[in-house]
């Protein structure tokens, strides 16, 4: 069974940088896609960065520049670095990694989830 651990949230003031990561319990590669997704609270769960195997990577309008997505394969680790943070980046942040099954289905899995909260 799949197991995405993410850890590095926090209390950080605007303006500053956190560091989150996601350990998967298999290769990376064995993904299609990973990436990370945040909800806060009173909103539905909005996509912050996808990257998939093939190389393509796609960041929100409202973090471009700012957050950069990177993979470890060596650690099977995905990271997001998130700078410039600003109160409205404050969300529980989720990995998600995305299979393809042998009939094209989808499959996601989700971290437990790590609380970001920026104060102004």
């Known amino acids: 069974q799949v197991q995405l651990v993410e850890s590095g949230g926090g209390l950080v003031q605007a303006g500053g940088s956190l560091r989150l990561s996601c350990a998967a319990s298999q290769s990376i590669f064995s993904f299609n896609a990973m990436g990370w997704y945040r909800q806060a609270p009173g909103k539905q769960r909005e996509l912050v960065v996808v990257s998939t195997r093939a190389g393509l990577t796609n960041y929100a309008d409202s973090v471009k520049g700012r957050f950069a997505i990177s993979r470890d394969s060596a650690a099977n680790t995905v990271s997001l670095q998130m700078s410039s943070l600003q109160p409205e980046d404050t969300a529980i942040y989720y990995c998600?990694?995305?299979?393809?099954?042998?009939?094209?289905?989808?499959?996601?899995?989700w971290g437990q989830g790590t609380q970001v909260t920026v104060s102004s």
């Open positions: 998600n990694a995305q299979s393809i099954g042998a009939a094209g289905a989808a499959f996601d899995y």
